[in-house]
Structure formats: structure tokens, C-alpha cells
């Protein structure tokens, strides 16, 4: 299907009357993909061979980029789709996520949504609230970074996924696996520190994702929930925000309207993946209009270096 390209079906905003000739078009006539699956499907044939995705390991100069088209992130996205669908994944059923801000956390944020639901948890929160969202969650398949990350994350992640025996399998990520396609060693590491418990499955995310074939997946309703973000502020302890796959869409082609984005925009990342900000309008909306996004290293505006080298990385 041929869908309407943000830019094509926006007017400016100077008065209520601009407000209300907007309004005036249901949300449903508006010929718009219906899903964040069905966006990323139409960007990968309007823009396959435009850069989707930037990632900058370091904020220094020279640092390493890792570079990945429309039509390969989609790929990608279709493979972790595949992936949790026969690991069992259904409409109902979640994979949360303690990643920073990694190509990888975008594979899981929409490729677990096309299957199941989808859970980005703030690794800075204490092991007792991770592994109390992921109760409430409801949480099968977790997906983390290798422990030489952030050691203290990964002790937090153990002491919390330990704690949750509903969670079936434990997927790790390495970062070094988007520059060298040699086998990761650290799963054995993982297994010889002996800290998880014995009934989990634990998986190399890279080599499972090249393993399956990017088939098509059933087609989510627009109205299902398809990802659950922990909130809380004043509120205590975190709750979780139930997302329809239309609240998404509607999301995304509200900030590439309004912010005037098109395929030659770049939109620079530097909020965590597990915040809905960056999700959206450091995310999706780029995506919606073949944008590229450029990820400001895994921490993100954490890293010192980033705000230090901001202009630079602009400039880059």
C-alpha cells in the first residue's frame, strides 16, 4: 500500500481556523500506516537505501559510526519479530528490555511489538523496582547488555531477573557485535561467573537474529496494546503505561508534521530508549519521514563527552 507522506497532508498552524480545518479530517481517513511495523515497512520501500540509523560509539573525534540503511533495519526489525514468535511471543505476551541507547534497542523496541509487547526499563532504578515491573509486566523474555558494560547495571539485572521466575529466557546483547561479525565469547563468561539461575535460557541476541529469516508476521491491530512504558515521578513506585499501536502512529505523524521533517532531516538522539521522548520524536517521527536518527553514543546526554563535544557532533 502507498501510504501519504507526513509532509504531503500538512498546513501551517496560525489560527483556530488552521486548527479546525485539521480537525476536520477524521484520523482514520488519513491514508497513514496503521502500526509502527507498517511505518518501518513503508520506509524501507520509500527510503530503503537512505540511512535510518546512526550510531556513534564515541563522542570524540574519529570515533567508530556504525551506518544502517532503511532496508536493513527493517530486515532486522522483521528477524526479531521471527525470533520471539517462536520463541512463543504472542499478542499478549511481553519482552522487556534494560538496554541503553543502542541500533539493537531499536531492533527490540518495534520487532517485540510486532509479535507481543514490548517493556524499555530504566536500568538506573534500584533491582527491586526492575524486577517489580517486570512482574507486573508480566515479563517472558529480557534482553540486556553484556555485564562489561556497567557491571553495577549487570548486578541489579541478576539480582532482579533471579528474582522473577516467570522470565524464560535472557537474551544478551554485545556492542561490539556491530563491528565484527566474530563469535561473542561472552556468554561462556557469563556462565562461568555462575550467577544465573539454572531454568532460564540464555541466548547471544546477534547470532539468534541471524538465524531466522525475516518472514512476515501476523498483523497487529491498530487498537492492540503493543508496549507497556514504566512511569513514576511523584507517584511512587513505577507504574506502566499501556500504548495502542494507532496512540504511536498518531504520535509520529503529529512531531514529523509539526516539526517539518522529510527525508533529509537528521535527528541527533540523546535521551534514553526506555523514555518516551526519545522514542517518539528522536524515533519514530524521524522514521515515519525516512529521517535519519543518529544515536549520540550508548549513553546518550549521560556522557559527559556529549555535552562537551555537542557542536561538534552537529557539526559532524
Same mark, same amino acid.
Given at each position: 500500500?502507498?501510504?501519504?507522506?507526513?509532509?504531503?497532508?500538512?498546513?501551517?498552524?496560525?489560527?483556530?481556523?488552521?486548527?479546525? &480545518?485539521?480537525?476536520?479530517?477524521?484520523?482514520?481517513?488519513?491514508?497513514?500506516?496503521?502500526?509502527?511495523?507498517?511505518?518501518?515497512?513503508?520506509?524501507?520501500?520509500?527510503?530503503?537505501?537512505?540511512?535510518?540509523?546512526?550510531?556513534?560509539?564515541? /563522542?570524540?573525534?574519529?570515533?567508530?559510526?556504525?551506518?544502517?540503511?532503511?532496508?536493513?533495519?527493517?530486515?532486522?526489525?522483521?528477524?526479531?519479530?521471527?525470533?520471539?514468535?517462536?520463541?512463543?511471543?504472542? +499478542?499478549?505476551?511481553?519482552?522487556?528490555?534494560?538496554?541503553?541507547?543502542?541500533?539493537?534497542?531499536?531492533? &527490540?523496541?518495534?520487532?517485540?511489538?510486532?509479535?507481543?509487547?514490548?517493556?524499555?526499563?530504566?536500568?538506573?532504578?534500584?533491582?527491586?523496582?526492575?524486577?517489580?515491573?517486570?512482574?507486573?509486566?508480566?515479563? +517472558?523474555?529480557?534482553?540486556?547488555?553484556?555485564?562489561?558494560?556497567?557491571? $553495577? &547495571?549487570?548486578?541489579?539485572?541478576?539480582?532482579?531477573?533471579?528474582?522473577?521466575?516467570?522470565?524464560?529466557?535472557?537474551?544478551?546483547? $554485545?556492542?561490539?557485535?556491530?563491528?565484527?561479525?566474530?563469535?561473542?565469547?561472552?556468554?561462556?563468561?557469563?556462565? $562461568?561467573?555462575?550467577?544465573?539461575?539454572?531454568?532460564?535460557?540464555?541466548?547471544?541476541?546477534?547470532?539468534?537474529?541471524?538465524?531466522?529469516?525475516?518472514?512476515?508476521?501476523?498483523?497487529?491491530?491498530? $487498537?492492540?496494546?503493543?508496549?507497556?512504558?514504566?512511569?513514576?515521578?511523584?507517584?511512587?513506585?513505577?507504574?506502566?503505561?499501556?500504548?495502542?499501536?494507532?496512540?504511536?502512529?498518531?504520535?509520529?505523524?503529529?512531531?514529523?508534521?509539526?516539526?517539518?521533517?522529510?527525508? /533529509?532531516?537528521?535527528?541527533?538522539?540523546?535521551?534514553?530508549?526506555?523514555?518516551?521522548?526519545?522514542?517518539?520524536?528522536?524515533?519514530?517521527?524521524?522514521?515515519? /519521514?525516512?529521517?535519519?536518527?543518529?544515536?549520540?553514543?550508548?549513553?546518550?546526554?549521560?556522557?559527559?563527552?556529549?555535552?562537551?563535544?555537542?557542536?561538534?557532533?552537529?557539526?559532524?
Amino acid at each position: 500500500m502507498n501510504y501519504a507522506r507526513p509532509l504531503e497532508q500538512m498546513i501551517p498552524i496560525r489560527d483556530l481556523n488552521d486548527i479546525r &480545518i485539521i480537525e476536520s479530517v477524521p484520523w482514520e481517513s488519513r491514508n497513514l500506516p496503521k502500526t509502527p511495523l507498517q511505518i518501518l515497512r513503508h520506509s524501507a520501500r520509500a527510503f530503503g537505501d537512505n540511512t535510518a540509523i546512526e550510531y556513534i560509539s564515541s /563522542a570524540t573525534d574519529n570515533s567508530p559510526v556504525f551506518s544502517l540503511t532503511y532496508s536493513k533495519f527493517y530486515d532486522r526489525v522483521m528477524r526479531i519479530a521471527n525470533l520471539f514468535d517462536r520463541l512463543g511471543i504472542g +499478542k499478549d505476551d511481553v519482552v522487556s528490555m534494560l538496554l541503553p541507547n543502542l541500533p539493537h534497542t531499536h531492533y &527490540i523496541l518495534w520487532g517485540a511489538q510486532a509479535a507481543g509487547i514490548v517493556n524499555p526499563i530504566n536500568p538506573f532504578l534500584e533491582s527491586s523496582q526492575i524486577a517489580a515491573i517486570m512482574r507486573k509486566a508480566g515479563t +517472558k523474555i529480557l534482553v540486556v547488555l553484556s555485564p562489561d558494560y556497567d557491571p $553495577d &547495571i549487570w548486578t541489579k539485572t541478576m539480582q532482579a531477573v533471579n528474582g522473577v521466575p516467570q522470565v524464560e529466557t535472557l537474551f544478551i546483547v $554485545d556492542e561490539q557485535r556491530l563491528y565484527s561479525n566474530k563469535p561473542s565469547c561472552v556468554l561462556n563468561e557469563i556462565r $562461568d561467573r555462575n550467577e544465573l539461575r539454572e531454568n532460564i535460557a540464555l541466548l547471544d541476541l546477534d547470532d539468534e537474529m541471524n538465524a531466522v529469516k525475516p518472514e512476515q508476521v501476523r498483523e497487529r491491530a491498530s $487498537d492492540e496494546i503493543t508496549a507497556y512504558f514504566h512511569t513514576g515521578g511523584t507517584t511512587g513506585m513505577p507504574k506502566l503505561a499501556m500504548w495502542a499501536g494507532s496512540n504511536q502512529v498518531y504520535m509520529a505523524w503529529t512531531i514529523a508534521t509539526i516539526g517539518h521533517f522529510s527525508n /533529509a532531516s537528521a535527528g541527533l538522539c540523546g535521551l534514553p530508549l526506555f523514555h518516551a521522548s526519545a522514542v517518539m520524536v528522536t524515533g519514530l517521527a524521524p522514521f515515519l /519521514a525516512g529521517a535519519k536518527v543518529i544515536i549520540a553514543t550508548a549513553s546518550g546526554c549521560r556522557n559527559p563527552e556529549v555535552i562537551k563535544n555537542f557542536w561538534k557532533l552537529v557539526e559532524r
